[in-house]
């Protein structure tokens, strides 16, 4: 299994950025599908999720409003919309993959079943 983050760079406050992760190896659409964020020396907080066929997401407080979650099961690939950069939102951004349908999505680490390597966002003030 891969999961392949991209999309990330440098952009000043107030501006926005869409990362993508696609992934390889699984079937795509039996996984829920999240965005977490590392900022430097702090732990992987949980950013936001959608489920296997996109009908549902749930949101962190600090990315609801600002950020939109969406996939296309069709090309395997989940997608992170930012906009409205925050400094604060500065920080390497991981997609992960969580197996099965839930009622709860899942929100915390250990729920996730694959990892991608990161990408890192760079918010400019």
């Known amino acids: 299994v891969q999961l392949q983050a991209s999309g990330g760079g440098l952009v000043q406050t107030g501006g926005s950025l869409r990362l993508s992760c696609a992934a390889s190896g699984l079937t795509f659409s039996t996984y829920n599908m999240g965005w977490f964020r590392q900022a430097p020396g702090k732990e992987r907080d949980f950013v936001g999720v959608i489920n296997w066929d996109g009908s549902r997401t749930h949101y962190t407080d600090s990315a609801k409003d600002r950020f939109t979650i969406s996939r296309d099961n069709a090309q395997n690939t989940v997608y992170l919309q930012m906009n409205s950069l925050r400094p604060e939102d500065t920080a390497v951004y991981y997609c992960?993959?969580?197996?099965?349908?839930?009622?709860?999505?899942?929100?915390?680490?250990?729920?996730?079943?694959?990892w991608g390597q990161g990408t890192l966002v760079t918010v400019s003030s």
């Open positions: 992960a993959a969580a197996y099965g349908s839930r009622v709860l999505l899942p929100r915390a680490f250990g729920e996730y079943d694959y």
